[in-house]
């Protein structure tokens, strides 16, 4: 099988993936993909473009249907076959292009399809306490006002808005797509302040990224995919940077081996 | 292998469009003051986003310019202001309706020969000489018209994909000439409103029926006394709660405000405007224009299908992934749009005492469009409101009638208004690029 995962912490995951393919006609895009999410914990996704790590994504959003394999939902088989499959769930994801009306404003967007009425009309009071609380409990404080037009945002802003309505809705998964990949240094140390509260509220997170940096900042744990193949998967302190490049880049670390084998001795590579 | 599994996954890497884009915060959001909102109120004005500040001097600009050079100055006169309200009610129920599509960022060409269809409908069906209907059965059955031909028209551009342009300019024609058989049936001039049976009388009334002066007092207080505890309430509450909420004294002159546009309007239709005997009190079109105003404004702003529409002019990405269904919003947009438009259509029968072939559905949708987008309405969708119908509706038609008064002809009328929207579309691009450069420099 060459799946390699390493020694995890107790319980069961929130999510498993078992032996996930997934092709798109002749192009097999997952190979036999095992993945495990736990609670409480950040799992960073890494590998190179065009790795699979969108698609993997994707399928556990139910935008894609897997071909074959299993997902497990707290230990139960579950068939995520539409974005509300999910959705149902608890789990919430965050795209690259966050989704977000730039003219309406942040109460709006945060609850834009799943809005609040009051005798048919839309309850514009409640759903601002709601969105207010969400994002006063995140620490989301930079906004000057709630009811400011999101276009207004700066890009951290923005992308802390979209987590907030990603994780209002009681979500228990997150997945979070390259959420620095635009950003500036202040601006990313917020966004990851706010993946750490995310995990400290007990969610479980994904956070799909390149940046090696971020990563090693907030990752618990690391799962890398090489070519549609999920090649490693373990506890962020089992790795170090060259570990991680070597498994996105050829699918392999011969130094990694002899760290994880080594029954997570501090000694080995470096 | 590598360059399969390259290609499966490359449409998914999208350009990040979260750079930051810092446009100043509406006013009323931050400010705790009169005094603080009066200057966040400046900066966003020199900053270029003025909201209707500029369909309020325009409407000022034609009022001093006309009253100047109308013959005896008869512009402000209360006879041609009630005219004026009577002509622009035409545009600005159309703009109503209109503004309904254009937030989707579609436009819908046709609705000026739509509503004519429907108008033509119903004007046929209260001829005491045929159809015989009463007039409220002929304005649902010309109403009903519009809707279907509202259906058929959303379902080709939002099932089939069209584009809006193609699908309603195609309408322009089908449905003037759909007009003109309906208008040539049975007759050998057109129908006319005139006449002293009671259901053709209900119709030329809706336009130049008034109400009493005294019940004309009565119902203006009524309403303004109404939407005043709406606002003082509503405000009053969020304010409490703690919510985001306008400064006391911004309420306050919000109500005071509409008290005295009402005031003046109930004023100005009470003077008796006849040259013989008696023509006082507030004509029933405006009633009607308002109680289309407020339906449709509460539906944009307080109802889930308005914020749809608002969120797929935004961000249509995004309303699908919010698992709105935006097939059906839209093509409900367009039959609003093509409801209202036959709402408009009807009154613009009534104002002409009859239906006729000569009706320009062609120039009265470009005066809707002209309208709302005076005003400060986005032809690329997602930003504007119903009251911006109403007052681009009074700019176009306050120079529709000044030109008239002046006795220009209405080749001068085409001139002058598309004159008037080229320079409304340019100053709204103008004052926006410098917005968006202006706030780049201050990142």
Redesign the interface.
């Known amino acids: 099988m060459g799946q390699v995962i390493k020694d995890s912490p107790a319980g069961e995951p929130r999510f498993k993936a078992r032996g996930v393919d997934k092709h798109?006609g002749?192009?097999?895009?997952l190979t036999q993909v095992d993945l495990d999410l736990y609670a409480g914990q950040v799992t960073a996704l890494c590998g190179d473009?065009?790795?699979?790590?969108?698609?993997l994504t994707?399928c556990i959003a139910g935008i894609y249907e897997i071909d074959h394999g299993q997902f497990f939902w707290e230990g139960n088989p579950v068939h995520i076959r539409a974005?509300?499959d999910a959705a149902r769930l608890g789990i919430e994801t965050v795209?690259?292009?966050?989704?977000?009306?730039?003219?309406?404003d942040i109460v709006?967007?945060m609850f834009?399809?799943?809005?609040r009425?009051r005798n048919?009309?839309?309850n514009e009071?409640d759903m601002?306490?709601a969105a207010s609380k969400t994002l006063a409990d995140l620490r989301v404080t930079t906004v000057?006002?709630?009811?400011?037009?999101v276009?207004?945002?700066?890009?951290g802003q923005?992308?802390s808005v979209a987590v907030a309505k990603a994780v209002m809705w009681n979500s228990k998964l997150v997945m979070l797509d390259?959420p620095t990949?635009?950003?500036g240094v202040v601006q990313t140390k917020q966004v990851l302040d706010l993946i750490r509260r995310l995990r400290d509220r007990g969610l479980a997170v994904m956070v799909i990224s390149h940046n090696l940096n971020d990563v090693f900042e907030v990752a618990d744990r690391i799962a890398v995919v090489h070519?549609?193949r999920m090649v490693t998967q373990g506890r962020a302190t089992d790795f170090d940077r060259q570990t991680v490049v070597d498994y996105m880049t050829t699918g392999a670390s011969s130094r990694a081996g002899q760290r994880a084998e080594g029954n997570g001795a501090k000694s080995g590579a470096r | 292998m590598e360059q399969r599994v390259a290609r499966a996954e490359a449409p998914e890497r999208a350009p990040d469009p979260t750079a930051a884009a810092t446009i100043d915060v509406p006013p009323e959001l931050v400010a705790q003051s009169l005094g603080e909102w009066l200057r966040a109120w400046l900066t966003r004005i020199r900053s270029g986003d003025s909201g209707v500040l500029p369909v309020i001097l325009a409407l000022l600009i034609i009022t001093i310019v006309f009253q100047a050079i109308s013959p005896h100055n008869v512009f402000l006169s209360a006879g041609n202001l009630v005219n004026l309200f009577q002509q622009s009610a035409v545009f600005i129920v159309l703009a109503m309706g209109e503004i309904f599509v254009i937030l989707l960022g579609e436009i819908d060409l046709s609705i000026g020969y739509a509503g004519g269809v429907g108008a033509a409908v119903t004007v046929q069906l209260v001829q005491p000489a045929t159809a015989k209907w009463p007039w409220w059965a002929a304005i649902i059955a010309g109403l009903a018209v519009c809707v279907v031909i509202g259906a058929v028209q959303g379902s080709l551009v939002t099932r089939l994909r069209l584009s809006s342009l193609i699908v309603t300019l195609a309408g322009l024609l089908i449905w003037q000439g759909t007009m003109l058989i309906i208008l040539g049936l049975a007759f050998s001039g057109y129908p006319s409103l005139a006449g002293l049976d009671s259901n053709r009388q209900v119709i030329y009334n809706l336009m130049n029926g008034t109400i009493d002066p005294t019940i004309s007092w009565i119902g203006a207080a009524i309403v303004v006394i109404a939407i005043g505890a709406l606002l003082w309430f509503g405000d009053n509450h969020r304010r409490r709660s703690g919510l985001v909420a306008p400064p006391v004294s911004l309420t306050v002159i919000k109500i005071a405000m509409i008290a005295i546009v009402a005031i003046a309007v109930v004023a100005i239709c009470n003077v008796n405007r006849a040259a013989f005997g008696t023509l006082a009190g507030v004509p029933w079109v405006i009633p009607i224009v308002l109680g289309v105003y407020f339906a449709w404004m509460m539906v944009l702003q307080r109802t889930k299908f308005g914020r749809y529409v608002y969120a797929i002019g935004g961000n249509p990405e995004a309303a699908r992934r919010a698992g709105i269904n935006l097939a059906a919003v839209r093509t409900l947009c367009f039959v609003i749009c093509t409801f209202t438009a036959g709402i408009g259509l009807l009154l613009y029968a009534s104002y002409l005492g009859g239906m006729s072939g000569n009706v320009n559905g062609g120039q009265l949708v470009l005066y809707a469009i002209a309208s709302v987008v005076l005003a400060g309405t986005s032809l690329f969708g997602g930003r504007g409101k119903v009251l911006h119908a109403i007052l681009g509706g009074l700019v176009i038609g306050g120079i529709y009638n000044g030109m008239g008064l002046l006795g220009l002809d209405v080749r001068w009328q085409f001139i002058v208004t598309g004159l008037v929207l080229l320079v409304a579309i340019t100053i709204d691009s103008l004052s926006r690029r410098s917005a968006t450069s202006g706030s780049a420099a201050r990142v």
């Open positions: 798109f002749p192009v097999q895009a473009n065009g790795a699979g790590k969108s698609v994707k974005p509300r795209y690259q292009d966050l989704a977000l009306a730039d003219n309406l709006q967007n834009l399809g799943r809005e009425l048919g009309l839309l009071d601002e306490r000057r006002s709630i009811r400011q037009p276009a207004s945002l700066s890009g923005r992308q390259e990949a635009a950003l070519l549609g």
